[in-house]
């Protein structure tokens, strides 16, 4: 999993000797490397269940029956991947209906692809962060592998002009949860028109991008074998 940190320090406020700074350096990358050890997972098998919880996006608005994500993901995989996605949903609401699809499906992977909504609705970041969370201890609690999504923070406006970037709780939460993260992928598909059906949702190619992205990711952490 990526994990990138920006430490500025105004000039002339704080200075480093350069032992102390190569010392830093080498905590950090230290650190870094102790974290992506402990985020492999176990290779998934044919047949696995995988719960897609999402909302629009997992559920495939922007493009035909058998083009969102999970279809293609079942496809590319052989696992059974359930389609969880409700357009609209949010995370504040999905937190609540979590738990009975667990029951259900009882799948062993559970990819959660929430906060879009949440953001468009103007949410504190802080609040969808602990939405987050709650979804992500129910699942891990029930013991499924859990992989969070990292989502964009929406507005129509930077999604108009191709300018979106994951939003800062996605990897804070993953960090502080102990869960891989799939990162950029989303944001990257829906900064490209000709990947995207609107503003905010892939068209057909762009989820065969998302896709791919997703595969790929999942393959880094060793859930995904092929």
Known sequence: MP?????????????FPAADFLAICLLFSTLATACS??????ALPAG?????????????NG??????YPALLAASTQWN????????????????????????????????????NDFLRKRRPADVKEDLRAIVRQTL????TTVLVAVPHLSLMRAGIGSL???????????????????????DVLSDEDLRAD??????????????????QLGEVGIYRD
């Open 81 to 116: 991947v359930i389609n969880a996605g409700i357009p609209g949903d949010t995370a504040r609401k999905a937190r609540q209906r979590i738990q009975a699809l667990l029951v259900e499906h009882r799948p062993e992977l559970v990819i959660v692809e929430l906060g879009g």
């Open 37 to 42: 050890s402990d985020l492999q997972q176990s």
């Open 141 to 144: 609690d029930f013991g499924a």
């Open 3 to 15: 994990l990138s940190s920006v430490l500025q320090v105004k000039e002339n406020r704080l200075r």
């Open 199 to 216: 503003r905010i949702h892939p068209n057909a190619k762009g989820y065969k991008v998302l896709t791919e992205g997703f595969i790929e």
């Open 48 to 60: 696995a269940t995988v719960l897609a919880f999402g909302d629009s996006v997992t559920h495939g």
């Open 165 to 187: 970037r994951d939003a800062d709780i996605y990897a804070q939460l993953a960090v502080e949860e102990g869960i891989p993260l799939i990162t950029d992928v989303f944001s």
């Open 63 to 68: 493009a035909g029956p058998e083009e969102d």
